[in-house]
């Protein structure tokens, strides 16, 4: 069985079961129990959608300890071009880069370094591909909804590893054949979003995990801002590193990878928007597209989660930067490291299907089961409110099948049930209960909206 | 188990909608992504068939532990030479019908090569019958 992992977690003692997160996931994945937001691993994709939908801050990324990093004599920090973004322009790379050396880590390098070598890769793959369009590997949320939503896909996706994994994987064999011992040497790759926590933590061991751990980028953010808010001389020398093409900073941006590669490349962000895309694939509606650029946020990772800035003003910010970097040649000496690149395995890997929604392994049992939903939907309202703990009717019909639910938890039947005599209304109430909490109706006036919030 | 849909002639932006609720159904009963995949095409084919020819019509979907089988029907011109449509690149959409990227002559040819059993039946003025079955 493959242990599916992931970032978001609800902190139960915030969380007061509002169903925000509930009514925005575009998987179904969560439900009310017990008054708390409960999110269901088989289905979550971890795209964020319901911690940016929290009105109390109840669902959190859980990330390493920064502590972690002294593990290791040889500390990385591995940071996407979006990081930089968010700082205003006055604040240089320079100044960012050589603050997280005071933080602790011995060398800075950018997660986007590799983005040359993937492109060609990746256009030498679509020559060979037979399945088109060759869909980019870059965002771990769009690979996981493939996986469990679109499985009939998976040929299409890219066995390119997007430019993070590719560049840590560069970085370790550099330090390596630089004479740092492999146990020496710790990965800590600053994240803009769950999934690509999500991504990391859910490496196999086979597969050869080659980072170490994420940080949160909101929290060193955080960190990183007060420091040099408070820092007095702004000279800083940059640690040595190769600066990024102007390709490369706008990679991870909407239409950064399409307008770099050959043929007739799409872009499609946002999850709602690759959700309808992904359907029309799947019927053959679309005209033939070479390369397909998926990306679950709007505006690419400039809209990840974990970003503090406005999406809008950082995707301002890392095109200027870029455009001031046009005129520069990269000045990165790429047959200094003709050897390591030479070495395919570094760059290539594997997505396999973990198809999720069907309702039995068996297919007389799913028959069975889709029989018991189309009857409980006679009797379902249609209203789709929530009040069940479920996203939907049809959603609490099929919690229902899998005996996660009874027809009861719908309030509309209890009250039909209360009429005819069915049910108690003391029952009634503990129903109500177990899906709200014991204390959910008491009366509580500092809630958000009501007339003692916040006191 | 039966699913039954009902299409509009001449709406295309309705077309998809019965084979998008039908894929999602094949999913859900863990039928082989590449079965639901080519039952999903060949029924999306079908669909806009109706919706490019017919003034309207009903899909019948039979869902068995065997296999599936969908009935399309619909009342429209009908298709005077069958033999003659099931040749690839033959088509009679209309210009307009094409440029939506619809009616190249795909059609039938293209359902026959996604599925098991295919049979068309047609009278002219009246309607045409497609049915098409998959084993599971
Ligand atoms: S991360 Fe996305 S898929 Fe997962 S529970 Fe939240 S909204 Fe749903
Ligand atoms: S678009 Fe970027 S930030 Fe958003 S989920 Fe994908 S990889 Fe993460």
């Not at chain 1, 949320?141 to 469990?148: D, E, F, G």
């Not at chain 1, 408070?230 to 390709?247: A, F, M, Q, T």
């Not at chain 2, 040749?87 to 009616?103: I, L």
Request: some cysteine; glycine content about 6%.
């Amino acid at each position: 069985m493959i242990q599916i992992y992931h970032a978001l977690k609800v902190d139960k003692d915030i969380c007061y079961g509002c169903t925000h997160c509930m009514n925005v996931c575009p998987t179904d994945a969560v439900r009310i129990s017990d008054g708390k937001a409960l999110i269901l691993k088989k289905r979550c994709i971890d795209c964020g959608e319901c911690l940016k939908a929290c009105p109390v801050d109840a669902i959190y990324v859980e990330q390493d300890d920064l502590d972690n990093i002294f593990e290791y004599q040889c500390r990385i920090a591995l940071v996407p071009a979006v990081f930089t973004g968010q700082f205003p322009t006055y604040v240089s790379e320079e100044e960012i880069f050589s603050m997280m050396k005071e933080l602790g880590f011995t060398h800075v390098f950018q997660a986007e370094f590799m983005v040359d070598v993937i492109n060609e890769l990746m256009d030498e793959q679509m020559k060979i591909n037979n399945e088109k369009p060759l869909i980019s590997t870059f965002c771990p949320s769009v690979m996981r909804l493939i996986q469990v939503r679109f499985p009939a896909l998976i040929d299409h996706i890219a066995s390119v590893k997007p430019p993070v994994d590719a560049s840590a994987a560069f970085y370790r064999k550099m330090l390596q054949n630089q004479g740092v011992p492999d146990c020496q040497i710790g990965i800590f790759y600053v994240t803009p979003c769950a999934a690509k926590i999500a991504a990391i933590k859910g490496w196999s061991e086979d597969q050869g995990a080659v980072i170490n751990g994420v940080i949160n980028m909101r929290y060193l953010y955080n960190k990183l801002y007060a420091k040099i808010k408070n820092n007095k001389d702004r000279d800083r020398e940059l640690p040595i590193l190769p600066h990024l093409s102007s390709k490369a900073i706008q990679w991870s941006l909407t239409r950064g990878e399409a307008d770099n590669m050959k043929g007739r490349c799409l872009a499609v962000d946002e999850i709602h928007n690759v959700i309808e895309f992904l359907e029309r694939l799947e019927n053959d509606e679309i005209p033939t597209v070479d390369y397909l650029e998926l990306r679950a946020c709007d505006q690419g990772c400039a809209g990840g989660v974990l970003l503090h800035g406005n999406r809008f003003m950082t995707v301002d910010r890392m095109k200027r930067r870029a455009y001031q970097l046009e005129s520069v040649a990269g000045d990165v000496d790429w047959k200094e490291y003709a050897e390591i690149i030479e070495d395919r395995n570094l760059f290539v890997s594997k997505i396999d299907p973990l198809p999720t929604i069907s309702l039995d392994q068996d297919f007389q049992e799913a028959l069975k089961k889709m029989e018991r939903i189309r009857n409980l939907m006679c009797y379902l309202p249609g209203i789709d409110c929530g009040a069940c703990g479920s996203p939907g009717c049809q959603a609490l019909a099929e919690d229902i099948v899998q005996k996660k639910a009874n027809l009861s938890n719908c309030v509309f039947l209890q009250r039909m049930m209360e009429k005819n005599k069915k049910l108690s209304s003391e029952h009634a109430i503990r129903i109500i209960e177990r899906t709200w909490g014991r204390d959910r109706l008491d009366k509580d006036c500092k809630k958000i909206g009501a007339k003692n919030e916040g006191m | 188990m039966e699913f039954i849909y009902e299409v509009d002639g001449g709406d295309f932006g309705k077309a998809g909608n019965a084979s998008s609720a039908v894929k999602k159904i094949l999913k859900q009963l863990n039928v082989h992504p590449k079965i639901v995949k080519r039952t999903v095409v060949a029924l999306y084919e079908a669909e806009v068939n109706i919706v490019a020819h017919a003034y309207k019509g009903i899909i019948r979907v039979n869902i068995t532990p065997e296999y599936i089988e969908i009935v399309l029907d619909d009342k429209g011109p009908g298709i005077p030479d069958i033999e003659l449509a099931m040749k690839e690149g033959f088509s009679t959409a209309s210009p307009k019908v094409r440029e939506m990227g619809f009616g190249a002559g795909m059609g039938l040819p293209n359902i026959k090569k996604n599925v098991d059993e295919l049979n068309v039946s047609s009278e002219v003025d009246h309607g045409t019958i497609v049915e098409m079955k998959t084993y599971l």
